[in-house]
């Protein structure tokens, strides 16, 4: 089993940034793809990024590429999502993730965190 915990979300102004990590304890957790997503208010849970066990393959949205970075410490059991020029419809709880197959279907993700809240105001 893996346990997943959300931290570093907040309130910033547009343009501004925000680090969230992920500290994952359990089973082998370098063996596992880590993804990030995030749900606003109303609206379905969205994939934001993710990194294979290595951190040879990442994918991100289209929305936040060039804006967002993942980022992965096996030693640490930890994953990051450094995320700049944060937008206002970046607004969401965002959550991390642990799967077996690097995709963008959260459908497929075995392991979520309880979630961490960013607003980001105009």
């Known amino acids: 089993q893996v346990q997943l915990v959300e931290s570093g979300g907040g309130l910033v102004q547009a343009g501004g940034s925000l680090r969230l990590s992920c500290a994952a304890s359990?089973?082998?957790?370098?063996?596992?793809?880590m993804g990030w997503f995030r749900q606003a208010p109303g609206k379905e849970r969205e994939f934001v990024a993710a990194?294979?066990?290595?951190?040879?393959?990442?994918m991100y949205a289209e929305s936040v590429k060039g804006r967002f970075t993942i980022s992965k410490d096996n030693a640490k059991n930890t994953v990051c999502l450094q995320m700049n020029n944060l937008k206002p419809e970046d607004t969401a709880v965002y959550y991390c993730?642990?799967?077996?197959?690097?995709?963008?279907?959260?459908?497929?993700?075995?392991?979520w965190g309880q979630g961490t809240q960013v607003t980001v105001s105009s």
């Open positions: 993730a642990g799967t077996a197959v690097i995709t963008t279907n959260h459908k497929m993700y075995n392991y």
């Open positions: 359990g089973r082998t957790f370098s063996s596992y793809v």
């Open positions: 990194i294979t066990w290595t951190g040879g393959s990442r």
